[in-house]
């Protein structure tokens, strides 16, 4: 498999401007001053709570939301400045994988058309439907013949889920983003999405863009981890490492709330953090934690952190690390 970085993101900023007549102009900051790398066949999991900018983040990255600054570099190319219309190439690279299989698959197409409508728009030439029962193939809806004729609402949300799957990689992409791909299935079925995944990973050298507010979920299918927080990172480093051994308060709090399934724990009390995430309109001053940090210090509330290197290939933003 190649080697080296296929993403890199650098100081990227996503500000949406709110209008305000006759007043001083105020800014969402959705993301702020986010930089990373991702290697090829490597998955990188973004974690954090809603409204954390985890999506943003990913659509930003496949150029679907602009950037207000910063820069992408795919594969040696930098996309940021480049217009929709010249950007054909890197659509049949990038791929997205969304949250909800309902919504996000036309209730009017069969699972054929489907799986057809990227060729079609793509102009893949030869066997159309080869293509398409080799994708069903490898997302295991056999057999084939039982599918391709379905409807959306005549499926499961797991099958729905595959068939998702199926139509953001029968253009063979290298980079996939999949936007919480198993927060709204059964808990059942989403080991096997993720496993499902991991095995294409390995069959096609995808790199995934892993985006979930589960991090009990991200052992299964990630090699390295971003805390996101407010819109920035606040820790990074390989799944083993952060998991095992969190720095940040914030990432203490995330492990700390996930259920243990040992029932002679299943009266101990499981510590929450306490208050909201601050409102992007309104960031507070120095650290973005601070107001919810039982560790906090006079530093904290006055200069932001800024990510940094405490130990080989492990970044965290925060004061108690110098």
């Given at each position: ?97 969304y ?32 293509l398409?029962?080799?994708?069903l ?7 084939v ?35 919480e ?68 308060p ?43 940090c ?26 108690l690390?110098?």
């Amino acid at each position: 498999m190649p080697t080296g970085n296929l993403l890199e993101v650098r100081n990227l900023r996503v500000w949406f401007p709110i209008r305000r007549f006759f007043r001083e102009a105020l800014f969402v900051r959705a993301v702020d001053d986010v930089s990373f790398d991702l290697r090829r066949g490597e998955t990188l999991a973004i974690v954090g709570e809603s409204g954390s900018g985890k999506t943003t983040l990913g659509k930003t990255c496949l150029k679907l939301i602009e950037p207000t600054s910063g820069s992408i570099i795919y594969d040696g190319k930098d996309i940021t400045r480049v217009s929709n219309k010249d950007l054909g190439w890197y659509r049949r690279e990038a791929q997205i994988i969304y949250q909800d299989p309902f919504s996000s698959l036309n209730p009017f197409f069969t699972v054929y058309k489907t799986l057809e409508e990227p060729l079609i728009v793509n102009k893949m030439e030869g066997d159309r439907s080869e293509l398409i029962y080799k994708a069903l193939e490898d997302v295991k809806l056999t057999p084939v013949e039982e599918f391709i004729g379905k409807y959306p609402h005549m499926l499961s949300g797991g099958q729905r889920q595959r068939v998702a799957i199926a139509r953001a990689l029968i253009l063979k992409p290298r980079f996939v983003v999949a936007d919480e791909p198993v927060s709204m299935l059964d808990v059942s079925v989403r080991i096997e999405i993720l496993y499902l995944l991991k095995e294409l990973q390995d069959r096609y050298g995808i790199s995934f863009l892993y985006i979930t507010h589960d991090i009990a979920t991200v052992k299964y299918f990630s090699d390295r981890i971003g805390i996101m927080y407010a819109g920035r990172f606040v820790e990074s480093g390989s799944i083993r490492t952060v998991v095992s051994d969190p720095l940040h308060p914030y990432t203490k709090a995330l492990i700390d709330a996930i259920p243990d399934p040992d029932p002679r724990n299943r009266f101990a009390e499981r510590k929450v953090i306490p208050g909201e995430p601050p409102s992007p309109i309104n960031i507070p001053p120095g650290c973005r934690f601070h107001p919810r940090c039982p560790y906090a210090m006079p530093i904290c509330r006055e200069k932001e952190p800024i990510l940094h290197e405490v130990e080989k290939n492990r970044y965290v933003a925060c004061w108690l690390y110098g």
